[in-house]
């Protein structure tokens, strides 16, 4: 029993002798740490940077998609006044105001306003025309950049799970490390109301319910495209493939393209791709708002 209680006291002493030794890192350790902690820093740096860059990339040209589906709007409002003004006081009616000049001189005034109210038609056509080739490139652009945006994010938290790793080691460098990274969640942009839709946008949002794909979902969709977990595409069972079409779900937006068919389920419409749930926060069967930006 003596000698048993003896060891006991004697392993007691032996841990608190080491024990210290143990809890206290060396010098060169310390040193080790603070580089790893300021490395991972530097790491996690660059990839926020790269993250922040490409989400102005998203929202300017997003702004840009909205201003030129309002321009085009706007255009086609005037040449569809034109049109209405023609069809209500009948095509002859140009002829007749030409006829009935009184004068040569009136004659030319008259011609010369209607070859202004031509040109002006012509303008107008020329607008929406561009405007249209504005918004499809800026929704392809779209395409790219919410895919590349979302990867980035998710490329910033995999940096931290790798930096945290690797210090786990060492409390004192994972705590330096935390004290100086945090990854917050990107704010949704505000939902829109009915007055903001006639002034940014198209005017042509609608409602529709849709489900999703897998996030981590891999295949060919019916347009023979490769679809892999980034990828911008919706299923719709009609719409013609390359169609594009921008999504709004709580206050976030998403272009995507149509690439496949589907779904089948009464009462659904669209099937949302990996990347366009990625970008919305989209999970479940919810109703969302859309409009068709081109073809």
């Not at 105001?97 to 009184?102: D, N």
């Not at 996030?215 to 977990?229: M, Q, W, Y």
């Not at 419409?269 to 990625?278: A, Q």
Request: glycine share 6%; hydrophobic share 45%.
């Amino acid at each position: 029993m003596n000698l048993l209680l003896g060891a006991a006291a004697t392993a007691c002493l032996l841990w608190l002798v080491v024990a210290p030794a143990m809890a206290a890192p060396s010098p060169e350790q310390t040193a080790a740490d603070r580089v790893a902690v300021a490395r991972a820093v530097e790491q996690y740096a660059a990839v926020q940077a790269q993250s922040a860059r490409i989400d102005a990339s998203v929202v300017k040209t997003s702004a840009q998609l909205d201003l030129a589906l309002a321009q085009e709007t706007e255009a086609r409002d005037r040449l569809r006044s034109r049109l209405l003004a023609i069809y209500r006081s009948d095509d002859t009616s140009y002829i007749s105001m030409l006829l009935g000049a009184s004068t040569l001189q009136d004659f030319v005034s008259r011609w010369d306003l209607l070859t202004r109210i031509a040109a002006q038609d012509a303008k107008d056509l020329a607008a929406a025309k561009a405007a249209r080739i504005k918004a499809h490139d800026a929704a392809e652009r779209l395409l790219e950049l919410q895919a590349e945006d979302v990867q980035s994010l998710e490329a910033v938290a995999d940096e931290v799970a790798r930096a945290k790793k690797k210090l786990a080691a060492s409390q004192a460098a994972l705590a330096a490390y935390e004290s100086q990274t945090t990854v917050a969640p990107k704010p949704a942009l505000a939902p829109r109301t009915d007055s903001t839709q006639k002034l940014t946008g198209s005017g042509a949002w609608q409602t529709a319910v849709a489900s999703h794909y897998g996030r981590n979902f891999t295949g060919r969709g019916a347009s023979g495209e490769t679809i892999g977990p980034y990828s911008m595409i919706v299923a719709h069972k009609t719409l013609p493939f390359g169609t594009l079409i921008e999504f709004e779900y709580r206050g976030k937006r998403a272009v995507a393209k149509v690439a496949d068919r589907g779904p089948y389920t009464a009462g659904r419409e669209f099937d949302l791709g990996p990347g366009v749930v990625r970008v919305l926060g989209f999970s479940g069967v919810h109703e969302v708002r859309y409009r068709i930006i081109g073809r």
